[in-house]
């Protein structure tokens, strides 16, 4: 049956899904694949979409699909599947968390492991600001130029902090200001 | 807490565009800047967790501060406005303005907004640095020098590498059990 298909599809896709949005697309290719739900074309479109959309791309796609598939119900199945495992696993994975957290604060085992960990993130986002340096994203000079304001502005506060600074430097203002300046200059 | 964390999040997920990390500046601008629900430092084992374990890294990190700050409700509320944005925007798209994508005006927008976005995940790396460096003074701990090695080894692992971030974690969860072990017994 085509919803139970969907859900156990994107079930697995969540469980086994590692390594952030790109690599869960591919999952998502692959079960699209097997299951011959659509076309390559209407795949690779699906996903450009779901890389402009607001949101996670992973629920963008899921979403798309499950709609494509099955509907308004496909969408809402696969959207839960997806998310399920999560909800199972890193809720688990939080309460020991917070579990050890109380247990063993001080212990240095538990706390050096954190702090390596801490700076083991600052790698993982670096790499994937990297990641993204690619020609699709700075097609020009101007994307650079825009890289350096919006940077800048996000790191005014660190150097001024006032109210100006904590206005001009929000995520949200910025996003906006960029789409602005992209339809100016590119539209 | 459920409808705090789900307006919360209703506001980041709008905004979050072009992918989990994406999310990030805005989670710390949100949560721990302007609410103050979790510090910095939480924040940046929050991500390690949401990156090791399975799914969406958008979905876990919901998740995290859902609970750490209201249990049952706010997980509920958090993941509900982190994915419904998504949900019904997709939806619409699908639905109603499928050629949507096609117009050039929006195109125009988001090679505006690109480059933006990938702003706005680098920029905080300096912030991120100094808060990981901020040590508790105590005895034996390796130097922060020394740590930031750890973070350039990831990031080359992964952006050259091509290693999954989830290796990445474990190898230094193994790798910092093992030298805290050899450090006690020095």
Redesign the interface.
């Known amino acids: 049956m085509l919803y139970l298909q969907l859900f156990i599809s994107f079930f697995k896709i969540?469980?086994?899904?590692?390594?952030?949005?790109?690599?869960?697309l591919s999952l998502i290719q692959m079960e699209v694949e097997q299951y011959g739900w659509m076309t390559q074309q209407e795949f690779v479109d699906i996903v450009?979409?779901?890389?402009?959309?607001?949101?996670?791309?992973?629920?963008?796609c899921a979403?798309?699909v499950g709609?494509?598939v099955g509907g308004?119900w496909g969408?809402v199945l696969s959207?839960f599947a997806?998310?399920l495992?999560?909800?199972i696993?890193?809720?688990s994975?939080?309460?020991a968390?917070?579990w050890l957290q109380k247990r063993f604060t001080g212990n240095?085992?538990f706390?050096?492991?954190?702090?390596?960990?801490?700076?083991?993130?600052?790698?993982?986002?670096?790499?994937?600001?990297?990641?993204?340096?690619k020609p699709?994203?700075?097609?020009d000079p101007v994307?650079?130029i825009?890289?350096?304001?919006?940077?800048l502005l996000?790191?005014s506060p660190?150097l001024t902090k006032n109210k100006v600074t904590d206005v001009i430097s929000?995520?949200?203002l910025?996003?906006v200001?960029?789409?602005?300046?992209?339809?100016c200059?590119?539209? | 807490m459920f409808w705090q964390l789900f307006y919360t999040y209703l506001?980041i997920?709008?905004?979050?565009?072009?992918?989990?990390?994406a999310?990030?500046?805005?989670i710390q601008?949100e949560v721990v800047d302007r609410k103050g629900w979790i510090d910095e430092?939480e924040f940046?084992?929050m991500?390690?967790?949401?990156?090791?374990?399975?799914?969406?890294?958008?979905?876990?990190s919901a998740?995290?501060i859902g609970?750490?700050v209201g249990g049952w409700r706010g997980?509920c509320g958090a993941?509900l406005g982190?994915?419904l944005?998504?949900?019904l925007?997709?939806?619409a798209?699908?639905?109603i303005f499928r050629e949507w994508?096609e117009l050039?005006?929006?195109?125009?927008?988001?090679?505006?907004?690109?480059?933006?976005?990938?702003?706005?995940?680098?920029?905080?790396?300096?912030?991120?640095?100094k808060?990981?460096l901020k040590t508790k003074g105590?005895k034996?701990?390796?130097k922060g020098f020394l740590?930031?090695l750890?973070?350039?080894?990831?990031?080359?692992?992964?952006?050259l590498g091509h290693v999954?971030?989830?290796w990445?974690?474990v190898t230094?969860?193994i790798?910092?059990?093992i030298?805290?072990?050899l450090r006690?017994r020095i």
């Open positions: 969540g469980l086994f899904g590692f390594g952030g949005g790109l690599a869960i450009a979409v779901s890389q402009v959309t607001p949101g996670p791309i992973g629920i963008n979403t798309y709609y494509t308004l969408s959207t997806i998310v495992p999560s909800l696993i890193m809720l994975i939080c309460k968390y917070f240095p085992y706390e050096q492991t954190l702090r390596a960990l801490r700076f083991t993130v600052i790698g993982l986002v670096a790499s994937a600001a990297l990641l993204l340096m699709t994203t700075f097609i994307s650079w825009i890289f350096a304001v919006v940077a996000t790191i660190e929000h995520p949200i910025l996003i200001i960029a789409g602005i300046a992209g339809y200059i590119y539209g | 506001k997920g709008t905004f979050t565009l072009g992918g989990g990390y999310m990030l500046p805005l601008r430092e940046l084992n991500i390690a967790l949401a990156q090791a374990a399975p799914g969406l890294i958008a979905v876990n998740i995290f609970w750490r997980v993941v982190a994915v944005p998504s949900f925007i997709i939806l798209i699908a639905m994508k050039p005006a929006v195109e125009a927008v988001f090679k505006g907004i690109r480059p933006a976005v990938v702003a706005l995940i680098a920029a905080p790396l300096f912030k991120m640095a808060s990981a105590e034996r701990e390796a740590m930031l750890i973070s350039l080894a990831a990031a080359l692992l992964i952006w999954n971030p989830v990445v974690i230094t969860i790798a910092t059990l030298v805290v072990n006690f």
